[in-house]
């Protein structure tokens, strides 16, 4: 029998769970502050004592926030919130089923949004391109020859794009192309050896 | 500018026209301040990228002058010395032998439609890494590719830009030139 402390009704309290934690993950990992302690509260534990709720949330956001550091797996997970029912002031075996399933359903998407918060550098947001057939240049020999138009937009995240519109001919396209599959090499090796 | 000129000794600042020149000829893209102002620094030169920037945009605009005017080499450097009575001596040397050299085959076309608006690309670097941990997520492991392009802007000036990707995004900008590289084919 876990040693529970206080707290709303356990059975009933599984589905306000569930939500809390998508609460806590909105905030912490999809980016949206206004989701506040007392918004929660109010929403999903309107019966609580706001020191009560604070602590609940707390403990949650603890947990969720060792979990996706570690970005655990099903193994770590159960070892994880096996121990937490055990421990003093832990978790009850039904909020720890409740926990599970919302890692389950959650882990990559938080995965990513904490890749993406480490992610400092200009990255290529968007990219189009077509294809033009040249009909008037300085050099005659480049008439009415086909290239791509390619246009990027880079940036940082939350921060302003720059636009980069730059010609490819076939020769450059091939140039790019052979780059470009030296990376893919590099990137099999790599995902085969990890 | 011109008295930036001063402190770029002669072997580089002929290095520089002649980039310049080639450039005007359609030979090279562009010409590459950025590693030319890397060497120069290396030398101990006190030069930034922007003064060179500059130096480059007079030196081009004086060439391309002088070709679409189809100025002798002792008109250009008649118009040099009206111009700028301030240059180095061993720099309208230079200018002068360029131009003598390779002066004959810029041409210049009269129609501004035909000048580019945008940029060439010139050369990709590439580096893959893997993201391990960071403060927030003590468990990322991430793989993720920084690409660096070499481009020349239409003025000639080379730049680098660089940016991230990850695998999928990569598998997507890979893919996205694989098409066009068919489309190029069947035009």
């Known amino acids: 029998m876990a040693a529970a402390?206080?707290?709303?009704?356990?059975?009933?309290?599984?589905?306000?769970?569930?939500?809390?934690?998508?609460?806590?993950?909105?905030?912490a990992y999809y980016g949206k502050a206004d989701i506040t302690e007392e918004l929660l509260r109010g929403q999903l534990y309107p019966e609580a004592?706001?020191?009560?709720f604070r602590a609940l949330r707390a403990k949650m956001g603890g947990l969720l926030q060792s979990i996706a550091s570690a970005d655990m797996d099903f193994n770590q997970l159960e070892a994880f919130l096996t121990a937490q029912t055990k421990k003093q002031g832990g978790i009850t075996s039904d909020q720890a089923a409740v926990i599970a399933?919302?890692?389950?359903?959650?882990?990559?998407?938080?995965?990513?949004s904490l890749v993406n918060q480490s992610c400092w550098d200009n990255v290529l947001k968007n990219m189009n391109w077509r294809v033009d057939l040249k009909s008037q240049s300085r050099h005659i020999d480049q008439i009415n020859t086909p290239v791509a138009?390619?246009?990027?937009?880079?940036?940082?995240?939350?921060?302003?794009?720059?636009?980069?519109?730059?010609?490819?001919?076939?020769a450059k396209v091939s140039q790019m192309l052979k780059k470009l599959s030296e990376i893919e090499e590099s990137m099999t090796a790599l995902t085969q050896t990890t | 500018a011109a008295d930036k000129i001063n402190v770029i000794p002669q072997d580089f600042f002929a290095e520089l026209c002649e980039q310049i020149i080639q450039h005007l000829n359609h030979k090279i893209p562009g010409v590459d301040t950025v590693e030319l102002c890397q060497r120069l620094q290396t030398s101990g030169i006190e030069v930034n990228v922007d003064d060179l920037a500059k130096i480059t945009?007079?030196?081009?605009?004086?060439?391309?002058?002088?070709?679409?005017?189809?100025?002798?080499?002792?008109?250009?450097?008649?118009?040099?010395?009206?111009?700028?009575s301030t240059l180095p001596k061993h720099?309208?040397?230079?200018?002068?032998?360029?131009?003598?050299?390779?002066?004959?085959?810029?041409?210049?076309?009269?129609?501004?439609?035909?000048?580019?608006?945008?940029?060439?690309f010139v050369d990709i670097k590439w580096k893959l890494g893997v993201a391990m941990s960071s403060d927030t997520c003590r468990?990322?492991?991430?793989?993720?590719?920084?690409?660096?392009?070499?481009?020349?802007?239409?003025?000639?000036?080379i730049t680098n830009k660089s940016f991230e990707m990850t695998i999928p995004q990569f598998?997507?900008?890979?893919?996205?030139?694989?098409e066009m590289a068919a489309v190029l084919e069947t035009v």
């Open chain 2, 57 to 84: 945009n007079i030196i081009s605009f004086l060439f391309s002058t002088a070709a679409r005017n189809n100025l002798s080499t002792e008109d250009l450097v008649t118009a040099l010395g009206n111009a700028v």
């Open chain 2, 139 to 157: 468990s990322l492991k991430y793989p993720y590719v920084t690409v660096t392009l070499k481009v020349a802007d239409p003025s000639g000036q």
């Open chain 1, 101 to 112: 399933k919302f890692w389950k359903n959650h882990r990559a998407k938080i995965h990513e």
């Open chain 2, 171 to 178: 598998k997507n900008f890979f893919r996205q030139f694989k």
């Open chain 1, 49 to 52: 004592a706001p020191e009560e």
């Open chain 1, 5 to 27: 402390e206080q707290q709303p009704a356990a059975a009933e309290g599984c589905k306000p769970l569930g939500a809390l934690l998508n609460g806590i993950a909105q905030a």
């Open chain 1, 149 to 170: 138009i390619v246009e990027m937009e880079l940036g940082r995240n939350g921060q302003e794009s720059e636009f980069l519109c730059l010609e490819f001919d076939e």
């Open chain 2, 91 to 120: 720099a309208v040397q230079v200018i002068r032998h360029v131009w003598n050299e390779q002066g004959k085959s810029v041409s210049m076309s009269d129609d501004p439609a035909s000048m580019a608006t945008v940029g060439q």
